[in-house]
Nanobody, 115 residues
């Protein structure tokens, strides 16, 4: 059974950093994509960053150069390092796994950036 558990959110001042972690359980095929999404109040959920088994990454334009997605070799944890945080980064951040036609979500972790 697939489970995704996020941690690492919190309150930080603008310009600060946070690192989110997503503990991943369950099987993982070579076609799996792990990603971080976020949803701010009153807005749609949006893709922040993604990573595939070969290591290729993709980022939303709004976070390029500031955020880095990574994983450990066992695919047991996926990270999102967030630097130079801005108030507009405030949102609930969700870990996501897409694999073999199925989509899985974590419960989300709140990130609040104060100005």
């Amino acid at each position: 059974q697939v489970q995704l558990v996020e941690s690492g959110g919190g309150l930080v001042q603008a310009g600060g950093s946070l690192r989110l972690s997503c503990a991943v359980s369950g099987s993982m095929s070579s076609f799996a994509v792990m990603a971080w999404y976020r949803q701010a109040p009153g807005k749609q959920r949006e893709l922040v960053a993604s990573i595939i088994s070969g290591g290729s990454t993709n980022y939303a334009d709004s976070v390029k150069g500031r955020f880095t997605i990574s994983r450990d070799n066992a695919w047991s944890t996926v990270y999102l390092q967030m630097n130079s945080l801005k108030p507009e980064d405030t949102a609930v951040y969700y870990c996501n796994k897409r694999d073999r036609g199925l989509n899985y979500w974590g419960q989300g972790t709140q990130v609040t950036v104060s100005s």
